[in-house]
């Protein structure tokens, strides 16, 4: 038995919804953790040396861990969280977990490129804390921020088809199901074929927007 077009489309679906949902999720977490490990290190505009420690090593914890590990990890949470732990619903709690801490890191390494003589400027001129953070940090940092959220997407995918391990949907799972299982090649091209060209899309949007934001 092979598949068909509709079982393509809903894995598809199914992909879109947990990349989707799990880089909104994990952006609403991430992002402010990558702006609190820049102001409250020693240099930062709120230097909180406890903050960034702790912080610092949380983040440092999950990075440590490969997702597959991680997924299996947190099944008691993610049975709290939605009463399951298989599934598309089951499997976006550890995509948060997994994301949101690499975000956080990413947020961080845009924000440090951004040139201290700009923050100065700023204190200079009065600005307060979250005047620097917004108007200052966040808008020179844009287009560096764009591209690693690009990458932070690009490695969702990945985790999403290491997901499929575990009955997690999306086109990982289509390609353990009836791919690796069941022996059929043809499937585990095509789910190659799906997640390359999702790829190309995703990093040519990136670059675009980044470049268009870079112009102005």
Known sequence: ???DSQQVIQA???TLYMVSFSLVIGSLFGIPMGILLVVTRKSGIIAKGIIFSILNQIINIFRSLPFIILLIAIIPFTRIVVGTSIGTSAAIVPLIVYIAPYIARLVESSLLEVDDGIIEAAEAMGATPFQIIWHFLLKEASSSLI???T???IGLIGATAMAGTVGG???GDLAISYGY???DTVVIIVTVVILIIFVQIIQSLG?????????H
């Open 1 to 3: 038995m092979t598949i």
């Open 12 to 14: 598809i679906k199914e």
């Open 147 to 149: 591209l690693n959220l």
């Open 151 to 153: 990458t932070a997407t």
């Open 169 to 171: 949907g999306g086109i």
């Open 181 to 183: 299982e069941r022996f």
């Open 207 to 215: 670059n675009m927007l980044a470049l268009r934001i870079r112009r």
